[in-house]
């Protein structure tokens, strides 16, 4: 089977595994794994824009992020006001592609921010307009926003099913203002691989791990050193990839806020957090 190029730019494939019904190949250069599994990279799409969001396991996910926010958008507003050293006192214009319920968007809203959103899922969508939030089914690569400029594009969870990612972030940096930034947050396929070609001699503990709604077999399962080679790739400079835990998990998660540096964690975290500067 011939497959497109990774997302590092390399076109050598090697076998990956088998869960559930997704097959994957790896990456020769940056160990990032694609998913070959054509029926049900089609099945999932429709389900985005479908039945997705009513599913137990997508709101508990949903519910267990919103403590995400006051970090995340810490960190977005240090950074930007790092990279607009001279608009002390203005506020970024933000869109969250993939906004699902729209809660990330409320909370930027609440700092003054301007907000906008993408989904796909109609039900999601509407729970977003009933909030007042400006927002469109259209993805960027079909023409969304083309006459706006943002200062920060932000994809939490979203990247890793987007079929091309490259054509996604390419497009991203054109409605970027000068010096903004994107953020992406993806499971670490690092982590998660390493932890897949354990549990395969452990059936019963493997199944309960996948029908976990932190399971992470979507189109992409992304390395930090693929999402690196990626943003490069896409004209972004100024790359930073960090670890990006959930605070309630425990000792761990609580580590991983010490040592933020994903060269300093190796595999240990299962989710990380990048963002790349237009230049």
Known sequence: MNLLACLCGSKSWAPGFQARHSTYRRCDSCGTHFRISVDVDKGQREDFRDTYARQPRVQSAAERR????????????????????????????????????????????KLDWMVHGIEMNQLMKEKCEELGIEITSNLLPQGAYATKSFDVITYFNVLDSIPDPVKELE?????????????IRVPNGSFHTALLSRLKHL??????????????????????????????????????????????????????????????????????LASGRKE
Request: include cysteine; hydrophobic fraction near 35%; glycine fraction near 12%.
């Open 66 to 109: 919103r403590q995400l926010w006051p970090d995340l958008l810490e960190r977005i507003a240090n950074s930007y006001d790092e990279d607009h050293p001279n608009q002390s006192g203005r506020k970024p214009n933000l869109l969250d592609v993939g906004c699902g319920f729209g809660d990330f968007l409320v909370a930027a809203q």
């Open 203 to 272: 059936p019963a503990l493997g199944s309960w791990y996948l029908n976990r709604e932190w399971s992470p077999l979507n189109t992409w399962m992304i390395t930090p050193k693929g999402l690196r080679l990626l943003l490069e790739g896409a004209g972004f400079g100024s790359v930073r990839i960090t670890a990006s835990p959930l605070k309630h998990r425990g000792i761990l998660g609580r580590l991983l806020e010490k040592r933020p540096q994903i060269g300093s964690i190796g595999l240990c975290s299962s989710s990380i």
């Open 171 to 183: 497009t991203a940096r054109k409605r970027l203002s000068k010096a903004g930034r994107a953020w």
